[in-house]
């Protein structure tokens, strides 16, 4: 199915909008597309139509589902970034926070010149 990636992530992005604000839910929807359609960002910006299965049209409308039931995107695309990687991460897994990414930075940055045995 032809569809255009600005509407398919306007469309995710209004169903969110209940739960999260709306700068949040377009995040959201742009990282969901980026996983299902396996494209990067620039490529879901630049291209004007994208040829979309059905299957992964019901795929994200599952992920919409399991997020507005307050599940972690990050437990439903399965993986969590910090600090320059992506790791696996499930529903046994405590998910990668960007507070503690600040706080692995500040002491990196106070602890440089300090040798560790």
């Known amino acids: ?3 255009k990636p600005a509407s398919l992530v306007q469309r995710i ?3 969110l909008s209940s739960h999260f604000d709306k700068s949040e839910s377009k995040a959201i929807a742009m990282m969901l597309l980026q996983e299902f359609l396996s494209l ?3 490529k879901l910006i630049i291209n004007d139509e994208l040829d979309v299965a059905e299957n992964i049209l019901l795929q994200l409308d599952q992920a919409v589902d399991r997020l507005n039931k307050h ?3 990050q437990h ?3 993986k969590g970034h910090f600090y320059g990687r ?3 991460v499930g529903s046994d897994v405590l998910i990668p926070r960007p507070e503690t990414e600040e706080l692995v930075d500040i ?3 106070n602890h440089r010149e300090q040798t560790f045995k």
């Open 107 to 109: 002491i990196i940055r």
């Open 13 to 15: 992005s209004d169903q």
């Open 76 to 78: 439903i695309i399965g």
């Open 1 to 3: 199915m032809k569809i």
């Open 40 to 42: 990067d960002k620039a």
């Open 86 to 88: 992506d790791f696996k």
């Open 71 to 73: 599940e972690p995107v």
